[in-house]
């Protein structure tokens, strides 16, 4: 039975090693070849860079105007972050709190937003009438508006495990509604918050359809469009394109590699009611 035991814990992770491996080769193919000359680069190889040209680098942020573009990405990230993680804790918090009739339909008809897919005609036509389109504060607030719904199904989870004596505790010591929320239940769901916050962060910087769509002005665009656009203009220098897809991951790759402990924390804290 030992034996048999150890035989499925090596097969596990032969296969686990054989996916990373997988996984991993195409990151290492373009961190290689971000170092290359565009020579070395047009084989796309595995293959170890004569010298390392950092100087690709330097060429990249200076034609693909990523310095312009970082702040745009970095502007519409941590923009989305705070009024996300604010609304979609205050929603989750009156929702969960309140459980009638109405809250719990409204519950379901926000968090049914996860499932449905995004018409962009429509989306586009009202972001028209708002005159949203091609602004900053637009794609902040469609960003906000698009990963609103598992936020608010994250945090309602979380809140179902805090006792209600909390807040009753709260009231009794002279707290108003506000005060209750930032000053008592706020500090609670830190690790619940700091996942929302990761992947709200995460999902932002990376999203690519909706300012290819909604941002026609160049000096609006995030990095994502500004890599796309390098492509097109650079695709035959592979390594100024791949050096251009490590800078544009770097942030994205940093801001995971810290929050990846309270991701997992956060997500299975509110699965198991004790």
């Known amino acids: ?116 897919p995004i018409n962009f005609v429509t989306l586009v036509k009202v972001m028209q009438v708002l005159q949203l389109i091609n602004t900053r504060g637009g794609v902040i607030l469609l960003y906000c508006a698009i990963q609103m719904p598992f936020n608010v199904f994250l945090i309602y989870s979380f809140i179902g495990k805090i006792p209600c004596e909390i807040d009753e505790a709260g009231v009794i010591d002279g707290c108003s509604p506000i005060r209750l929320f930032v000053s008592v239940v706020l500090p609670l769901l830190k690790p619940v918050l700091v996942t929302v916050m990761v992947l709200t962060f995460l999902n932002t910087w990376n999203e690519f359809v909706l300012p290819l769509y909604l941002v026609g002005s160049s000096d609006k665009w995030p990095m994502t469009l500004a890599v796309y656009n390098f492509f097109g203009m650079y695709f035959r220098d592979w390594n100024l394109v791949c050096a251009d897809i490590v800078l544009t991951s770097l942030p994205v790759i940093l801001v995971y590699i810290l929050g990846q402990k309270h991701i997992v924390s956060g997500m299975t804290a509110g699965a198991v009611k004790g």
């Open 1 to 116: 039975m030992n034996l048999r035991k150890k035989s499925e814990t090596l097969g596990v992770n032969i296969l686990v090693c054989i996916i990373s491996i997988i996984l991993i080769t195409p990151l290492l193919l373009i961190l290689i070849n971000s170092f290359k000359t565009s020579r070395e680069a047009a084989f796309m190889s595995l293959a170890l860079p004569a010298s390392l040209n950092f100087s690709n680098f330097s060429l990249v942020i200076q034609r693909g105007k990523l310095g312009q573009t970082f702040l745009n990405s970095m502007t519409y990230s941590l923009f989305s972050v705070i009024l996300t993680t604010l609304l979609a804790s205050m929603a989750a918090y009156v929702l969960s709190r309140n459980r009638n009739r109405l809250h719990t339909f409204l519950y379901f008809f926000i968090v049914l937003g996860i499932t449905m």
